[in-house]
């Protein structure tokens, strides 16, 4: 695969502290299209770190912001990721050595942990995510994916209505119209914020899969549209004003 056939798309919210840390690992080749909603110097930020970046400024949701931005990019494969990672290392190596042939619309990638916090919990969710890919059932996680930008678009793109959970549905919708979505442990992003698991790993990890469950047979997918049962507080998730 090709640097130049991928783009990183990323939602920010007064990102300023981790805006930095996650630029310096975004290989400068690979397109940049930001989708924010901040108050804050993110935007002069990023700006000033990639001033070739695409920069949309508007007040949406994440499913909004991540639909917008794949409706910008413009090259064959979309990343779809957050702020508060760092990509590893060897990422961008392991990128350009997949061989990914025309049946794959989407690749799950792994996520751990940017220090000692929450190390082991972290590579069981990976773990997970590799298990889940095996069976062809997708559970990625919207900090490390990857679409075949056709794919999503002809899929339906992201549903506006999930305020949580849309991205592990775009996997799945993907993967319902025919296309494979395999498991690329080589690509490795790490996590420096950590206020999910603070508020209960037992609360994060059932959220995380009660809900997909619930989209994925249809079964009470009406309940996990109405709101995202507790995973955002209030003022952190890019809403339109009202």
Known sequence: MKLSDLTVVVPTKNEAANIGPFLDTIDPRVALVVVDASTDDTRDRIRAARPDAVVIEEQSTIPEARQHGLERATTEWVLFTDADMSFGDGYWDAWQALDLGPTVGAVQGAKLSADD???????????????????????????????????????????????????????????????????????????????????????????????????????????????????????????EPQ
């Open 117 to 239: 916090d929450y190390k082991t919990y972290y590579k069981l969710f990976s773990l997970g995510i590799r298990v889940m890919s095996w069976l062809t059932v997708p559970a990625g996680s919207g900090s490390n994916m990857l679409f075949r930008r056709k794919a999503l678009l002809d899929a339906g793109g992201f549903d506006f209505a999930l305020t949580a959970n849309e991205d592990i549905y775009a996997l799945w919708t993907v993967r319902k119209a025919g296309w494979k979505v395999p498991f690329a442990g080589g690509l490795k992003v790490y996590e420096r914020d950590h206020r999910r698991l603070e508020q209960g790993r037992l609360k994060k990890t059932l959220h995380g899969w009660i809900r997909p469950l619930m989209l994925f047979t249809g079964v009470g997918d009406d309940r996990v549209r109405e709101s995202s049962w507790g995973y955002w507080k209030e003022g952190e998730e890019p809403k």
